[in-house]
């Protein structure tokens, strides 16, 4: 009885949020077309994006292993792992990724020519680079803990290389043209084509917050041959697909169109601020002043500008990031929680502590229980 009755609650739940959001018409796709490369040192896959089921049937080709049931196996001898991809209507699709291959991998989306967009939740282990190719422009990192969200439009060329033995956790979620132009209002619209337009501002642009990171756990717990299990899976894609827009498109309209006057020099000032706060172990926050000589700025013009590109000031973005490296290091057991609150710079235990659980919800300590 317990289980009909959550089987009954999520079905419900689903079908709430489906109905008021997602429940869009019959508009068939454009036609696409699928090109498909191996080499001996990279796996390449070409391909225009559509739903994730018709994604993933392409993926497969390519690597030479048939999906079955929408759930790809990484066979031992290119990696391990898997890939699980579903539509939960015409309009709206996911994948699900959790695994490692031998060879560098390279993902070539071509752009399409209706506006459609993807987000994706990566929590992605780099071995050696990650790289992402956009309108002639290109960065290439060697951060090894990649653990941001990424919004982008379909109609935008773009490239990612990631580099051979990298863990990839990715979610991915596809919003097709005809539900775009149906069920989002013109002025969210034009926000969403304005924050999209430049890929590559957004690499790095959003973290995943705790609130982001229990709900991906979830759906990384997964077991892919129970319904029960199935539609939870679901209602946490839905749910992640409505805690990421109700804050984006919160924001003010009028942040965006300011980055979007910025100039090129100014922007890769900032990126190299922000590359130089995401350092795998900067102990401590670097003066304001080092930062403005770093990005040949005034001290003034560099905080509003960061703001404005990142969303969060300075010393904030330094935080986050240094609260996130210490909780990944303590849960992979690579330190003890006295060590990493060391390591990213806290002298006191106590404020560290504090500062995690303001940041996470829970006390660092918490992790290995």
Not at 67 to 92: C, E, F, T
Not at 124 to 133: A, G, I, L, N, S
Not at 195 to 215: A, D, M, S, W
Request: proline residues 2%; hydrophobic residues 40%; glycine residues 4%.
């Amino acid at each position: 009885m317990r289980l009909r009755s959550e089987y009954l609650q999520v079905s419900v739940s689903i079908s709430k949020f489906v109905d008021t959001f997602f429940c869009y018409s019959t508009n068939t796709y454009p036609i696409i077309e699928k090109r498909n490369l191996r080499t001996s040192s990279m796996i390449k896959f070409t391909f225009k994006q559509e739903d994730f089921e018709t994604w993933l049937k392409g993926f497969s080709k390519t690597i030479g292993v048939k999906a079955v049931d929408n759930y790809l196996v990484i066979p031992p001898s290119i990696g391990a792992g898997y890939i699980y991809s579903r539509s939960i209507n015409k309009s709206l699709s996911y994948v699900v990724m959790d695994f490692e291959l031998k060879k560098d991998l390279n993902l070539n989306r071509m752009g399409t020519s209706d506006f459609g967009i993807l987000l994706y939740f990566n929590q992605v282990d780099v071995t050696e680079f990650f790289k992402v190719v956009s309108q002639q422009e290109m960065i290439k990192e060697q951060t090894k803990l990649r653990r941001n969200i990424f919004l982008s439009s379909t109609n935008t060329d773009l490239e990612v290389t990631f580099s051979k033995g990298s863990h990839m956790r990715r979610v991915g979620i596809y919003f097709a043209p005809a539900m775009i132009r149906r069920f989002i209002k013109k002025d969210a619209k034009i926000y969403l084509t304005s924050y999209t337009q430049n890929p590559l501002l957004n690499v790095n642009k959003e973290l995943i917050g705790f609130e982001y990171r229990k709900i991906l756990d979830e759906i990384y717990k997964t077991d892919f041959n129970s319904d029960i299990s199935l539609l939870i899976l679901h209602n946490r894609i839905l749910l992640l697909t409505e805690k990421f827009f109700q804050k984006l498109l919160a924001r003010s309209i009028s942040s965006d169109n300011k980055i979007n006057k910025l100039n090129r020099a100014d922007l890769d000032a900032l990126e190299t601020v922000e590359r130089a706060l995401s350092k795998e172990e900067l102990e401590k926050f670097p003066s304001i002043t080092k930062l403005s000589t770093l990005a040949r700025m005034s001290t003034s013009k560099l905080k509003n500008k960061f703001k404005e590109v990142y969303g969060m000031k300075l010393y904030e973005f330094y935080n986050k990031n240094r609260l996130q490296k210490a909780r990944e290091w303590i849960e992979a057991g690579d330190t003890s929680v006295k060590e990493a609150a060391y390591k990213v710079g806290f002298s006191s235990l106590s404020n560290f502590s504090k500062a995690f659980k303001k940041e996470f919800g829970l006390l660092p300590k918490e992790l290995k229980q």
